[in-house]
């Protein structure tokens, strides 16, 4: 099946800074890539749609500012966290959709702590 | 707009039963809805993909059905083992992926 890639799987921070989250899909080309977040014992909330070439789709509430988005290459797509405060404490997890069936599948995850 | 509710939002039942997990949507124009598993801290995993067009999808212990027209889905799990205490995340696919609130499972030994 198809593979998604998060990197890294846990990154510590201080406030103010920036973090970068990876996710690729290693065996197949995706044009597009959702982010999501979980906050702890919720449920996945999507916060934006990654289009490969294009800007991506921010979700309502969701700040495109603070939530940079690149989706550079085919199987690569990135977010950044700008200015981390300590509420961006959160899982993020990535997916893409492969084949023609609209399947997803997912990262493993990200889990971002800012201290 | 898509709303995914899931029912019970917990359940604990001793190892061996059978038991049935419950999704419903609000909007009958999906491409498919997918069954996910997550343990603590973890991603997802994809348990069970069933299309528009279907109605239900087994894999091993699992079967889940789903009916387009009522907008539900369940998942039904025999034999309950302790590996199989998760959440369970039903998501139904449109232009986006929308996610329930997941059933927290408990598989009491």
């Known amino acids: 099946g198809a593979v998604v890639s998060q990197h890294p799987s846990w990154v510590i921070c201080k406030s103010g800074t920036s973090v970068k989250i990876e996710c690729r899909s290693l065996?197949?080309?995706?044009?597009?890539m959702f982010w999501y977040r979980q906050f702890p014992k919720q449920s996945l909330m999507l916060m934006a749609t990654s289009n490969e070439g294009s800007k991506a789709t921010y979700e309502q509430g969701v700040e495109k500012d603070k939530f940079l988005i690149n989706h550079a290459s085919l199987t690569l797509s990135t977010l950044t966290v700008t200015s981390a405060h300590p509420e961006d404490s959160s899982f993020y997890i990535c997916?893409?959709?492969?084949?023609?069936?609209?399947?997803?599948?997912f990262g493993p995850g990200t889990r971002l702590t800012v201290t | 707009k898509q709303e995914v509710t899931q029912i019970p939002a917990a359940l604990s039942v001793p190892e061996g039963e059978n038991l049935v997990l419950n999704c419903s949507f609000t909007d009958s124009a999906i491409y498919n809805l997918q069954w996910f598993r997550q343990d603590p801290g973890k991603g997802l995993t994809s348990l069970l993909l069933?299309?528009?067009?279907?109605r239900e999808q087994t894999s091993g212990r699992l079967n889940a059905s789903l009916d387009k027209s009522s907008g539900r889905s369940t998942l039904y799990i025999a034999a309950s083992q302790p590996g199989d205490s998760a959440t369970y995340l039903c998501?139904?696919?449109?232009?986006?992926?929308?996610f329930g609130k997941g059933t927290r499972l408990h598989i009491l030994p």
């Open positions: 997916s893409a959709p492969a084949g023609g069936m609209h399947e997803q599948y």
């Open positions: 065996d197949f080309q995706a044009t597009t």
């Open positions: 069933i299309q528009s067009s279907q």
């Open positions: 998501a139904v696919t449109d232009d986006k992926i929308i």
